[in-house]
């Protein structure tokens, strides 16, 4: 998927909510686990409810490699239902995967070739040559992680250099010499707000992935008000307050009602900003 | 594992060889195609030929996540084949991971309680409450990604402060508080010898994982002279050097001579800092 297509899917669901599939096992509705896939049953469920709703799909790959083989055998499924049934939904694979150069081919294989995902979250530690194997495929995209979304983020993203420089700003600008607005995107915390002035001045143009509203305390209002670019330029992610936001047989009814209010506000936010 | 078993092995097996299984589909021995799991098979034939000269073992996420489900199972046999008949192979993935705290956590169980891994690598740009819970296991290992083999690992862990401290060396200081030589390692590549000083300085006890001998042209006389502490305190890895020096039947008989080559190298160098 390019980015003109994605802007169109913005405006025609009038959203821009990615739903985070951290499909926990321990956390999908009891009931489900009577059934011969518990984690695939309860991802359909919830993709099938909340597709109305949102632009973009992550699968957390942790949940799934937790439970090895099987875990697995579920993200494969996941993947290629979503990709049969909802091809307007952007999918991400939430993965943080980066490596050297030979290595980092390997996992790029994996997502995009193999399993046809329209984009990947790499981190940045390693460098260009552990980023540039992502960058290779047309139409796909390496959400490289900037300013995350989690309290210890500081510890290293804001490591500042002589020229006060924070290194998550180093990050962004040494890698606009990698790629560009068609193949990069950035992963920006919602907790980490006051810095997406700077952050835009940078990156007028390149798509954020924002993840932290919901259960880590974002507010989408702020995330809007500094990061929306002038075609929207925002995807902003809700994991555990849509997939788990009752545990009982409605499950899937109230993932529906959580986005479908998540993309209610959007929408006004959009219309808001004259974007639809 | 803890530290002094690992110990015993390196003085038993007089050896400080970790050999890398970046089992690449596309470059084991073509006549291996033919049997059922040819990956699989490859690497028993490698471990069996490989372990009376190495101390560690290595898988590379990323060769068996790019063939899905069917290498993914390659990984898992793999594992279990290792573990049960070389109990004495200190087992490291090399995955790479880190991300928010509840995701490391489903990583951490996926490693040290499914797989029952040593040891894994991680990448620390998201900072402590990334890495904290793979620490919550004992006798398992989080080695930390501090200075990589790659070219480009200068773009950001030569990255320096207002008090010319690069970030690697701040990786290094602000992860001593998370843990200890009992539950930590650090990469440091076989390439960037001329930094070992200083991180010795840093950290005199904890073992460190050095790639980049081999394929990537790093010195294991310079990594010894640097490197060594009073007990040991190196895994050296070589990967390609090994696992792909030959591609006929001969392959297994290939890679024990270079193993044990590297063996014989490491044996004299014990010797010689007088340390066997």
């Known amino acids: 998927m390019n980015t003109d297509t994605l802007y169109s899917i913005i405006r025609r669901k009038k959203s821009f909510l990615c739903v985070g599939l951290d499909s926990d096992i321990k956390k ?83 997502f995009f070739e193999n399993l046809n995902y329209d984009a990947v979250t790499v981190a940045p530690y390693m460098g260009e040559d552990s980023v540039k194997p992502f960058l290779e495929f047309k139409n796909k995209f390496v959400i490289l992680l900037a300013l995350t979304s989690n309290p210890s983020a500081e510890n290293f993203q804001y490591f500042t250099s002589k020229l006060n420089k924070p290194l998550f700003i180093d990050v962004i600008e040494k890698s606009l010499n990698w790629g560009n607005s068609e193949n990069m995107m950035y992963v920006i915390g919602a907790t980490k707000v006051s810095m997406l002035v700077k952050i835009r001045e940078l990156i007028p143009d390149h798509f954020l992935l924002v993840p932290g509203v919901g259960a880590q305390g974002g507010s989408l209002k702020d995330i809007a008000e500094y990061g929306l670019n002038n075609k ?40 808001a900003f004259e974007l639809i």
């Open 232 to 271: 929207c330029g925002l995807i902003v992610n809700a994991s555990r307050s849509i997939i788990f936001s009752d545990s009982t047989n409605d499950f899937a009814n109230a993932a529906a009602k959580a986005a479908k209010d998540l993309q209610s506000d959007m929408e006004k936010i959009l219309a």
């Open 28 to 110: 999908i509705p009891q009931h489900l686990l009577s059934v011969e896939r518990p984690v695939y049953e309860f991802n359909k469920q919830i993709i099938d409810a909340t597709a109305p709703y949102c632009i973009a799909c992550k699968p957390n790959l942790a949940f799934y490699e937790s439970r090895g083989l099987e875990g697995w055998r579920d993200f494969e499924l996941t993947t290629n239902y979503i990709k049969q049934n909802y091809p307007d939904i952007f999918l991400i694979a939430d993965a943080k995967r980066g490596d050297i150069g030979n290595t980092s081919k390997m996992y790029a294989s994996a």
